[in-house]
Nanobody, 126 residues
């Protein structure tokens, strides 16, 4: 079992940066074997994929909406995954969820993730 707890949300101005953290309460071995992802759900919209990284953090994938602005970083020694968000825009306003999976499958596919955090909100104002 893996519990994920996100933090770092808030109200920010467009153009600024923010970093989310997600800490997993599990063994370092389980964490290091998990692929990790960040999804987001904007008001009135379905949850969508934002970013993901593989077990070693050597391969990452980003949605077109965040590519070039967001970076997913994992620290296996601290059971933590970060989402560094730069040049925020109003369209980034959403609840952000971190997720972990042990199963093989496309990074973008929600159904392949086994564990989810409770979400953290970011509101970007112009």
């Amino acid at each position: 079992q893996v519990q994920l707890v996100e933090s770092g949300g808030g109200l920010v101005q467009a153009g600024t940066s923010l970093r989310f953290s997600c800490v997993a309460s599990t063994s370092e071995q389980t964490f290091s074997r998990s692929a990790l992802g960040w999804f987001r759900q904007a008001p009135g919209k379905e949850r969508e994929f934002a970013a993901a990284t593989n077990m070693a953090g050597m391969r990452s994938l980003y949605s077109d909406a965040v590519k070039g602005r967001f970076t997913i970083i994992r620290d296996n020694a601290k059971n933590t995954v970060f989402l560094q968000m730069n040049r925020l825009i109003e369209e980034d306003t959403a609840v952000y969820y971190c997720a972990a999976k042990l199963a093989i499958g496309p990074f973008q596919r929600e159904a392949t993730y086994d564990y989810w955090g409770q979400g953290t909100q970011v509101t970007v104002s112009s």
